[in-house]
């Protein structure tokens, strides 16, 4: 298996613009994350998803994030208005099951940045 | 409220000798504890492990410690290689597999 795959590896876009980031998780991994990181708040999680259903969205920052998992092979992070604060590295994870000793497999990231 | 908490940014050693890497946290419920190392321009790649009723996990050259009653973790490397410089992040893990992460904490590891 390739690992996580992330879509794309760099953005740049205008304040306001839609961004759309773009994950393909590990066959088999019934679990899926999105993370953000920032020099100010770390690697933070946003949302995890268990066998495509959103389980715990409280990271999400605001209304504008949405993220969404139609099938087992895709996830989608939205953020519709983006803002300049919203320039950071976006990450995607997966992983196997719930077991606290499970590790996650990151992707490569999305470098999101907002002008 | 920051649950994890790794309070040396950076940590510097020379090659051959111990790296010594530390992370404290406040959640008791929290029942792993993973260790990430993370490049730059990669994602984090899970190291180790431990699970919270254990002291102590070794896995060749990396030894994770474990004080409950401090609430503390500490990563040991021995010996540090000029390829073990990236960045160590601590997490912790409830059951629900979902992980909260500490700052990091860049080592560099000179020849």
């Known amino acids: 298996d390739a690992g996580v795959i992330q879509s794309p590896r760099h953005e740049v876009t205008e304040m306001g613009q839609e961004v759309t980031l773009r994950c393909k998780p590990i066959s088999g991994h019934d679990y899926l994350f999105w993370y953000r990181q920032t020099m100010m708040r770390g690697l933070e999680l946003l949302i995890y998803f268990n066998n495509n259903v959103p389980i715990d969205d409280s990271g999400m920052p605001e209304d504008r994030f949405s993220a969404k998992m139609p099938n087992a092979s895709f996830s989608t992070l939205k953020i519709q208005p983006s803002e300049p604060r919203d320039s950071a590295v976006y990450f995607c994870?997966?992983?196997?099951?719930?077991?606290?000793?499970?590790?996650?497999?990151f992707g490569q990231g999305t470098r999101l940045t907002v002008v | 409220d920051q649950q994890v908490k790794q309070n040396s940014p950076s940590l510097s050693v020379q090659e051959g000798r111990i790296s010594i890497l530390n992370c404290d946290y406040t959640n008791s419920m929290f029942d792993y504890f993973l260790w990430y190392k993370k490049y730059p321009a990669e994602g984090p790649t899970f190291l180790i492990s431990i699970s919270s009723i254990k002291d102590k996990n070794e896995d060749g050259r990396f030894t994770v410690f474990l004080n409950k009653s401090a609430k503390h973790l500490s990563l040991h490397i021995v010996p540090s290689q000029p390829g073990d410089s990236a960045v160590y992040f601590c997490a912790g893990n409830t059951n629900a597999g979902k992980s909260t992460f500490g700052d990091g904490t860049t080592l560099t590891v000179k020849p």
């Open positions: 994870a997966s992983s196997l099951g719930p077991e606290g000793n499970t590790e996650a497999f």
